[in-house]
């Protein structure tokens, strides 16, 4: 349920994000002042309407949840020392993740603008910052919402795998969730890469700027998705302190990269991409490293790299050709869209034919036994094979 409220709460935030900033300029124009605040309020309803669908939720099922404590009989209540003992325990750390997040978007905001008035006016200065802030960080986070829950859910599921000491439950458990999640990252990054100048012409019809910072930044994020799953992972098998300590090293990268860079003038704004992106390779290469020396993974390169990437290049090439074919009979806006549905279709069926999923993984999806039977009747899998 939490993991449902954390990816409601990121969908809420991009897409009031893009409507909010869009009603400033609009109404005020490029003012980067009250886009930034735009975007600020955007995100503080996110949390008021993540926080309204828990409250609800409980309300509803507030009278099954009183039951399920009756009839169980091995519910104990605890002191309530006891509970704010482990809720600190465990929430500290993970609000220093959070924190070292937030800290990240800090950095820009200090460094960017002084970075750029080097070499720019103030007025440049702040519109490119802007760019990378309103409009930029807002695309780059959407695949972080769908890729949250997964993350999420790791940290309650591995918790109970090990209580139970189920290792291969564990093992399994973590493996598939890295491999979702690397099908999640990797269209993300290069959709976002191919298709930048027409997804902000898109989405920001009236500030057209920042196709190449987007390019750049978008980079990041097959690596911070994969960070944000593997520190789930750490965080259910109690290394809650790994995830914050990583961050940490990273947040210090990008501070570093940032004040040397963004000066350079053929570099500039993208300085702050190019720090993003080794803060984000930092945190999940050191946080992968501990994964590994706890549990040992079955990660085969072919299944979770090659096949991935194939499936990938598949929806790229084909989508970005249907796309260069509609540009000059269909407006740019239609085109796009069918351009990206197509995407998502051509690279569902990529993953189904180069089978990426066991039987047993994909039975871990939502309705996943309906999807193993439909398949079976389409002779895509032997019964035996899937």
């Not at 919402?145 to 209580?163: E, H, K, R, Y």
């Not at 796309?323 to 269909?330: A, F």
């Not at 990206?340 to 993953?351: E, Q, R």
């Not at 993984?361 to 039977?373: A, D, N, S, V």
């Amino acid at each position: 349920m939490t993991a449902k409220a954390q990816t409601l709460e990121q969908i809420f935030k991009t897409a009031l994000t893009v409507l909010v900033v869009e009603i400033v300029v609009l109404m005020y124009g490029t003012n980067v002042t009250i886009m930034a605040a735009g975007a600020n309020l955007a995100t503080t309803l996110s949390v008021i309407l993540s926080f309204g669908y828990l409250a609800l939720y409980y309300r509803i099922y507030k009278k099954n949840i009183e039951n399920e404590k009756q009839t169980d009989t091995t519910y104990k209540p605890e002191k309530i020392t006891n509970v704010v003992k482990n809720i600190l325990f465990v929430s500290i750390p993970i609000t220093l993740s959070a924190i070292m997040s937030t800290l990240n978007k800090n950095i820009d905001s200090i460094t960017v603008v002084r970075g750029l008035k080097t070499f720019l006016s103030e007025s440049q200065a702040k519109l490119q910052y802007g760019i990378l802030s309103g409009k930029v960080d807002t695309l780059i986070t959407l695949p972080l919402s769908f890729n949250i829950a997964f993350a999420t859910a790791l940290v309650p599921t591995i918790s109970a795998a090990i209580a139970k000491k189920e290792t291969k439950t564990v093992q399994k458990r973590i493996s598939f969730s890295l491999l979702v999640t690397m099908i999640i990252g990797l269209p993300c990054t290069f959709g976002m890469i191919i298709f930048a100048q027409p997804i902000i012409n898109l989405i920001f019809p009236n500030a057209t700027s920042g196709a190449l910072l987007l390019q750049i930044s978008s980079l990041t994020i097959i690596f911070s998705v994969l960070a944000q799953t593997v520190n789930g992972a750490l965080q259910g098998l109690g290394k809650i302190m790994i995830p914050a300590i990583s961050s940490f090293i990273g947040l210090i990268a990008k501070l570093i990269l940032n004040i040397i860079l963004i000066k350079i003038p053929w570099i500039g704004v993208n300085g702050a991409a190019i720090g993003s992106i080794i803060n984000n390779i930092l945190v999940f290469a050191i946080s992968y490293y501990i994964l590994t020396k706890a549990v040992k993974l079955d990660m085969k390169f072919s299944k979770f790299v090659l096949k991935p990437i194939l499936a990938t290049f598949i929806m790229s090439a084909c989508s970005y050709w249907l796309y260069l074919m509609l540009l000059g009979l269909l407006p740019e806006k239609i085109v796009t869209i069918i351009a990206i549905i197509v995407a998502v279709i051509l690279y569902a069926i990529s993953v189904i034919v180069l089978k990426i999923f066991t039987r047993e993984e994909l039975q871990m999806i939502p309705y996943g036994t309906k999807l193993c039977k439909f398949l079976e009747r389409l002779g895509i899998y032997a019964k035996e094979e899937i």
